[in-house]
T-cell receptor, first 114, second 116 residues
Protein backbone atom coordinates (compact mmCIF):
# COMPACT_ATOMS: atom_id res chain seq x y z
CA UNK A 1 0.00 0.00 0.00
CA UNK A 2 1.19 3.44 -0.78
CA UNK A 3 1.84 6.06 1.86
CA UNK A 4 2.00 9.83 1.81
CA UNK A 5 4.37 11.76 4.07
CA UNK A 6 4.18 15.41 4.92
CA UNK A 7 7.31 16.56 6.63
CA UNK A 8 6.03 19.47 8.63
CA UNK A 9 3.11 19.09 10.97
CA UNK A 10 3.01 22.68 12.07
CA UNK A 11 4.44 25.78 10.42
CA UNK A 12 4.31 29.33 11.71
CA UNK A 13 5.43 32.20 9.54
CA UNK A 14 4.90 35.89 9.06
CA UNK A 15 2.96 37.55 6.28
CA UNK A 16 4.97 38.00 3.09
CA UNK A 17 7.24 35.09 3.94
CA UNK A 18 7.62 32.27 1.47
CA UNK A 19 6.05 28.91 2.15
CA UNK A 20 7.14 25.46 1.08
CA UNK A 21 5.46 22.30 2.29
CA UNK A 22 7.00 18.96 1.56
CA UNK A 23 5.13 15.89 0.38
CA UNK A 24 6.56 12.50 -0.51
CA UNK A 25 4.74 9.38 -1.58
CA UNK A 26 5.83 5.79 -1.67
CA UNK A 27 4.10 4.37 -4.71
CA UNK A 28 6.38 3.66 -7.64
CA UNK A 29 3.83 3.57 -10.43
CA UNK A 30 1.78 6.26 -12.09
CA UNK A 31 -0.07 8.41 -9.62
CA UNK A 32 -2.23 11.50 -9.57
CA UNK A 33 -1.22 14.10 -7.02
CA UNK A 34 -3.26 16.70 -5.20
CA UNK A 35 -2.99 19.42 -2.63
CA UNK A 36 -6.10 20.26 -0.63
CA UNK A 37 -6.62 23.08 1.84
CA UNK A 38 -8.98 23.19 4.78
CA UNK A 39 -9.61 26.66 6.15
CA UNK A 40 -10.85 26.89 9.75
CA UNK A 41 -14.42 25.72 9.90
CA UNK A 42 -14.63 25.01 6.19
CA UNK A 43 -14.57 21.94 4.01
CA UNK A 44 -11.65 20.67 1.99
CA UNK A 45 -10.96 22.55 -1.20
CA UNK A 46 -8.71 21.59 -4.07
CA UNK A 47 -5.68 23.85 -4.42
CA UNK A 48 -4.07 22.14 -7.37
CA UNK A 49 -3.52 18.82 -9.02
CA UNK A 50 -1.04 16.98 -11.20
CA UNK A 51 -1.98 14.22 -13.57
CA UNK A 52 0.63 14.49 -16.31
CA UNK A 53 2.56 16.97 -18.43
CA UNK A 54 4.36 20.01 -17.06
CA UNK A 55 5.63 19.03 -13.60
CA UNK A 56 5.20 22.57 -12.34
CA UNK A 57 1.53 23.14 -11.73
CA UNK A 58 -0.18 26.30 -10.70
CA UNK A 59 -3.24 26.36 -8.55
CA UNK A 60 -5.56 28.83 -6.97
CA UNK A 61 -4.60 31.68 -4.66
CA UNK A 62 -1.03 31.90 -5.92
CA UNK A 63 -0.01 28.37 -4.96
CA UNK A 64 2.12 26.13 -7.11
CA UNK A 65 3.60 22.68 -6.75
CA UNK A 66 6.40 20.82 -8.43
CA UNK A 67 6.31 17.13 -9.19
CA UNK A 68 9.76 15.54 -9.08
CA UNK A 69 9.34 11.94 -10.13
CA UNK A 70 12.85 10.87 -9.17
CA UNK A 71 12.28 12.07 -5.64
CA UNK A 72 8.66 10.90 -5.37
CA UNK A 73 7.87 14.41 -4.24
CA UNK A 74 5.15 16.97 -4.83
CA UNK A 75 6.05 20.04 -2.80
CA UNK A 76 3.72 22.97 -2.42
CA UNK A 77 4.98 26.55 -2.60
CA UNK A 78 3.75 30.08 -2.30
CA UNK A 79 6.19 32.99 -2.66
CA UNK A 80 4.43 35.37 -0.31
CA UNK A 81 1.81 34.21 2.17
CA UNK A 82 -1.05 36.19 3.59
CA UNK A 83 -2.83 35.95 6.90
CA UNK A 84 -5.76 34.37 5.04
CA UNK A 85 -3.55 31.41 4.11
CA UNK A 86 -3.82 30.18 7.68
CA UNK A 87 -5.23 26.70 7.21
CA UNK A 88 -4.47 23.01 7.18
CA UNK A 89 -2.89 21.68 4.02
CA UNK A 90 -3.16 18.10 2.89
CA UNK A 91 -1.22 16.31 0.21
CA UNK A 92 -3.06 13.41 -1.41
CA UNK A 93 -2.31 10.72 -3.92
CA UNK A 94 -4.37 8.30 -5.90
CA UNK A 95 -3.65 5.48 -8.24
CA UNK A 96 -5.43 5.84 -11.58
CA UNK A 97 -7.09 2.43 -11.32
CA UNK A 98 -8.35 2.75 -7.75
CA UNK A 99 -11.75 4.37 -8.43
CA UNK A 100 -10.06 7.62 -7.54
CA UNK A 101 -9.79 6.95 -3.82
CA UNK A 102 -7.31 9.24 -2.14
CA UNK A 103 -4.56 8.52 0.31
CA UNK A 104 -3.96 11.60 2.42
CA UNK A 105 -0.89 12.80 4.19
CA UNK A 106 -1.10 13.73 7.86
CA UNK A 107 -1.60 17.39 7.04
CA UNK A 108 0.35 20.52 7.86
CA UNK A 109 -1.14 23.23 10.01
CA UNK A 110 0.04 26.59 8.69
CA UNK A 111 -0.35 29.68 10.81
CA UNK A 112 0.44 33.04 9.24
CA UNK A 113 0.94 35.86 11.69
CA UNK A 114 0.19 39.46 10.74
CA UNK B 1 -17.84 24.54 -9.14
CA UNK B 2 -19.33 21.27 -8.01
CA UNK B 3 -21.05 21.33 -4.64
CA UNK B 4 -21.40 18.51 -2.18
CA UNK B 5 -23.63 18.85 0.85
CA UNK B 6 -23.92 16.81 4.00
CA UNK B 7 -26.74 16.55 6.45
CA UNK B 8 -26.78 16.94 9.33
CA UNK B 9 -23.78 19.15 10.00
CA UNK B 10 -23.66 17.93 13.56
CA UNK B 11 -25.51 15.35 15.59
CA UNK B 12 -25.50 14.17 19.17
CA UNK B 13 -26.88 10.75 19.91
CA UNK B 14 -27.02 8.31 22.79
CA UNK B 15 -24.90 5.21 22.91
CA UNK B 16 -26.64 2.28 21.26
CA UNK B 17 -28.67 4.29 18.78
CA UNK B 18 -28.12 4.59 15.04
CA UNK B 19 -27.39 7.74 13.09
CA UNK B 20 -27.77 8.36 9.38
CA UNK B 21 -25.65 10.90 7.54
CA UNK B 22 -26.54 12.02 4.03
CA UNK B 23 -24.16 13.12 1.33
CA UNK B 24 -25.53 14.79 -1.79
CA UNK B 25 -23.92 16.04 -4.96
CA UNK B 26 -26.01 19.10 -5.74
CA UNK B 27 -25.14 19.99 -9.30
CA UNK B 28 -23.61 16.89 -10.78
CA UNK B 29 -24.13 13.15 -10.81
CA UNK B 30 -21.60 11.14 -8.91
CA UNK B 31 -21.29 7.45 -9.62
CA UNK B 32 -18.59 7.23 -6.98
CA UNK B 33 -18.60 8.76 -3.54
CA UNK B 34 -16.22 8.29 -0.67
CA UNK B 35 -16.60 8.38 3.08
CA UNK B 36 -13.79 9.56 5.32
CA UNK B 37 -13.30 9.89 9.01
CA UNK B 38 -11.21 12.65 10.53
CA UNK B 39 -10.05 12.63 14.13
CA UNK B 40 -9.10 15.91 15.81
CA UNK B 41 -5.88 17.32 14.45
CA UNK B 42 -5.39 14.29 12.24
CA UNK B 43 -5.71 13.49 8.60
CA UNK B 44 -8.61 12.00 6.73
CA UNK B 45 -8.91 8.26 6.84
CA UNK B 46 -10.78 6.64 3.98
CA UNK B 47 -13.51 4.39 5.28
CA UNK B 48 -15.20 3.18 2.13
CA UNK B 49 -15.84 3.73 -1.55
CA UNK B 50 -19.47 3.95 -2.50
CA UNK B 51 -20.53 3.16 -6.05
CA UNK B 52 -24.06 3.84 -7.21
CA UNK B 53 -26.10 0.68 -7.50
CA UNK B 54 -23.55 -1.64 -5.96
CA UNK B 55 -22.17 -2.57 -2.59
CA UNK B 56 -19.66 -0.30 -0.97
CA UNK B 57 -16.03 -1.29 -0.78
CA UNK B 58 -14.66 -0.93 2.72
CA UNK B 59 -11.10 -0.24 3.70
CA UNK B 60 -9.26 -2.69 5.87
CA UNK B 61 -10.26 -2.41 9.51
CA UNK B 62 -13.59 -0.69 8.87
CA UNK B 63 -16.56 -2.69 10.09
CA UNK B 64 -19.06 -2.93 7.28
CA UNK B 65 -21.86 -4.00 9.60
CA UNK B 66 -21.31 -0.98 11.78
CA UNK B 67 -20.93 1.61 9.06
CA UNK B 68 -23.65 0.90 6.54
CA UNK B 69 -23.31 2.70 3.25
CA UNK B 70 -26.05 3.02 0.66
CA UNK B 71 -25.57 4.77 -2.67
CA UNK B 72 -29.11 4.58 -3.96
CA UNK B 73 -28.94 7.29 -6.57
CA UNK B 74 -26.42 9.26 -8.57
CA UNK B 75 -26.70 12.18 -6.18
CA UNK B 76 -27.11 10.58 -2.79
CA UNK B 77 -25.03 8.35 -0.58
CA UNK B 78 -25.84 7.65 3.05
CA UNK B 79 -23.69 6.47 5.93
CA UNK B 80 -25.47 4.89 8.87
CA UNK B 81 -23.53 4.42 12.06
CA UNK B 82 -25.30 1.55 13.76
CA UNK B 83 -25.33 0.98 17.51
CA UNK B 84 -23.11 3.98 18.00
CA UNK B 85 -20.62 4.10 20.84
CA UNK B 86 -18.57 6.99 22.20
CA UNK B 87 -15.51 5.81 20.26
CA UNK B 88 -17.48 6.43 17.06
CA UNK B 89 -17.52 10.13 17.86
CA UNK B 90 -15.68 11.81 15.05
CA UNK B 91 -15.92 14.08 12.05
CA UNK B 92 -17.29 12.24 9.03
CA UNK B 93 -16.63 13.68 5.60
CA UNK B 94 -17.94 12.56 2.26
CA UNK B 95 -16.67 13.37 -1.18
CA UNK B 96 -17.98 12.84 -4.67
CA UNK B 97 -15.89 12.07 -7.66
CA UNK B 98 -16.39 14.29 -10.66
CA UNK B 99 -17.78 12.18 -13.52
CA UNK B 100 -15.65 11.37 -16.51
CA UNK B 101 -11.98 10.63 -16.62
CA UNK B 102 -10.99 13.15 -13.99
CA UNK B 103 -10.05 11.89 -10.55
CA UNK B 104 -11.05 15.07 -8.83
CA UNK B 105 -13.21 14.85 -5.78
CA UNK B 106 -15.36 17.50 -4.21
CA UNK B 107 -15.77 17.35 -0.48
CA UNK B 108 -18.75 17.92 1.72
CA UNK B 109 -18.52 20.15 4.79
CA UNK B 110 -18.49 17.20 7.15
CA UNK B 111 -20.71 15.94 9.96
CA UNK B 112 -19.65 16.13 13.57
CA UNK B 113 -20.97 13.07 15.43
CA UNK B 114 -20.91 13.00 19.20
CA UNK B 115 -22.05 9.85 20.95
CA UNK B 116 -22.85 10.26 24.62
Amino acid sequence: AQSVSQHNHHVILSEAASLELGCNYSYGGTVNLFWYVQYPGQHLQLLLKYFSGDPLVKGIKGFEAEFIKSKFSFNLRKPSVQWSDTAEYFCAVNEPDSWGKLQFGAGTQVVVTP
Amino acid sequence: GAVVSQHPSWVICKSGTSVKIECRSLDFQATTMFWYRQFPKQSLMLMATSNEGSKATYEQGVEKDKFLINHASLTLSTLTVTSAHPEDSSFYICSARVPGGSYEQYFGPGTRLTVT
